[in-house]
Nanobody, 131 residues
Framework: VQLQASGGGLVQPGGSLRLSCTASVSGTIISINVMGWYRQAPGKQRELVASISSTGASNYVDSVKGRFTISRDLAKNTAYLEMHSLKPEDTGVYYC????????????????????????WGQGTLVTVSS
């Protein structure tokens, strides 16, 4: 199981970035429940920034409401985080997460090849907001 995050970089205050996170397995993904983006600023604890369920229900930390938008492409097993009006305090390493996933391992999908995993993390992508 892999979560590949991308899209971070250096941006000036007021700028925008789009992060992507794609889940992949050796086999076929059946379903993912909730995907989320967390961030960890230097010297601070990791916090949940935004999350989105398989039905599209989303949640945001108060500090990003109105500026960030989380979305998903279920067919691509990918979650996106559109970030606008970025502030220096948005700086940090952004990690994607999935809480629960069913998938079939290997070729084909049979009762004995269905797998269930919880709480998987991507490798993190650095977002730096600075002039």
């Amino acid at each position: 199981v892999q979560l590949q995050a991308s899209g971070g970089g250096l941006v000036q205050p007021g700028g925008s970035l789009r992060l992507s996170c794609t889940a992949s397995v050796s086999g076929t993904i059946i379903s993912i429940n909730v995907m989320g983006w967390y961030r960890q600023a230097p010297g601070k604890q990791r916090e949940l920034v935004a999350s989105i369920s398989s039905t599209g229900a989303s949640n945001y930390v108060d500090s990003v409401k109105g500026r960030f938008t989380i979305s998903r492409d279920l067919a691509k097993n990918t979650a996106y985080l559109e970030m606008h009006s970025l502030k220096p305090e948005d700086t940090g390493v952004y990690y994607c997460n999935l809480d629960e996933m069913y998938y079939c391992s290997g070729d084909g999908c049979h009762e004995d090849t269905v797998r269930f995993v919880r709480d998987r993390w991507g490798q993190g992508t650095l977002v730096t907001v600075s002039s």
